[in-house]
């Protein structure tokens, strides 16, 4: 149904105060970008040299607005900081002695130590030892999930539980499932990890749950709609509740999905009379999801969902402009968005239930910008913006 909710999603983005972007400065390299915040506003990210040439390297804002550069694990070698948990863990990766990637973790209380590697599984007695790990996602407690990966690419979903590197298999050995997100709702001790994996040529939905038996995970396939030929997910949060896309042929209609329980039958978001083709992208604890959308026509655009009530809006891009994603959702339902301008540029912007969209002002004279992430109480927003001089800053703001 297109409730009054949803009709009001679609009036002209709304302009209620200036919001500023700073910079995080460049002490970790001349090209910058800022891909995570924290609840109190410490920022991680990445920065290069102007050239191009030489390694990444991963950085963390211990006081706002400083960067703080992070030790590689290797001398010379390119890093990546791509998170930051409530616990002050950072999550990232790093290219080792033999030129493989491994998943990595620094404490942002001591960025000057070397990072810890988040070891791959390990074999029995060494046999069979996978060679190679990579991260997926962490929950705010500093687990993380990701992959082990054998030398011929064979993908296991692993969890480095909070305070170890060791890896815990989470799917069976070298079966390619992908772990796309963990919560913080703990299940015999342990969270619960959504999955997507491999079968007939498609990727299945599924939940991961403990049993508190040898540290073991059960998998349980999310259950399917009337008409899906199968279902995906993408997020799962502190209660179990799931968010996913539904595929349903003709010759396939992507359609976005809400388990309120890892055994229920999906909630879909089937009444977009316009855009028929949507998929599920965030979820946040009080079960609101940020949806994707595609029209008839072509248009991509975002939407803001509640599927209690089933009451949706489509989120504005900015005023002037016709395409807008998201990337990423607060639990105060606060979205970070990146939206084309009437200058056809792309340009950093917020959305919130109460005040629509808004505009963050572009960066010291520059024409592009976007956001990488928000807070998860929605008080922080960093990503990158170019000012000027087209240099690449890494930017952050304090939302009002």
Known sequence: ?????????????????????????????????????????????????????????PWVSLIVGFETPLL????????????????????????DERDIGMAVTWEAAAPGDVPTELRPLQGILGILADVSSSVNAYNQAGAVVGASLSGTAKATAVIWLPGSNTAVPVSTAADNCIAVDVNDGLINGRPSVALNCPGGGVFHGKIARATGLLAGYVIASLPLPAGAKFCTVSAINDTNQALGTCHFSAPDVPVT??????????????????????????????????????TAEGHRGVGFWDPATDDFSLISPISGGV??????LAEDDTVALVSENADENLQAAIWAPANGTEAIDLFQGGKVSGLQAISPNGDWVVGVAEDGAHNTNAVYALLP
């Open 257 to 294: 999905a809400f388990w309120a329980s890892p055994n229920s039958a999906p909630e879909l978001l089937d009444d977009l009379q316009d855009s028929p083709l949507n998929r599920g992208k965030y979820l946040n604890n009080a079960g609101h999801a940020v949806f994707a959308y595609r």
């Open 323 to 328: 395409r807008v994603r998201a990337t990423g």
């Open 1 to 57: 149904m297109t409730t009054l909710t949803g009709l009001l999603g679609i009036l002209p983005a709304m302009q209620a105060h200036a919001i500023i972007l700073s910079e995080e400065g460049h002490a970790a390299g001349a090209q910058c970008a800022a891909n995570d915040v924290a609840d109190n506003g410490i920022a991680v990210g990445t920065c290069s040299p102007a050239n191009g040439h030489g390694p990444s390297v």
């Open 72 to 95: 590689p694990l290797v001398q010379g070698q390119s890093c990546s900081a791509g998170g930051i948990t409530a616990s002050g863990l950072i999550v990232g990766s790093c290219v």
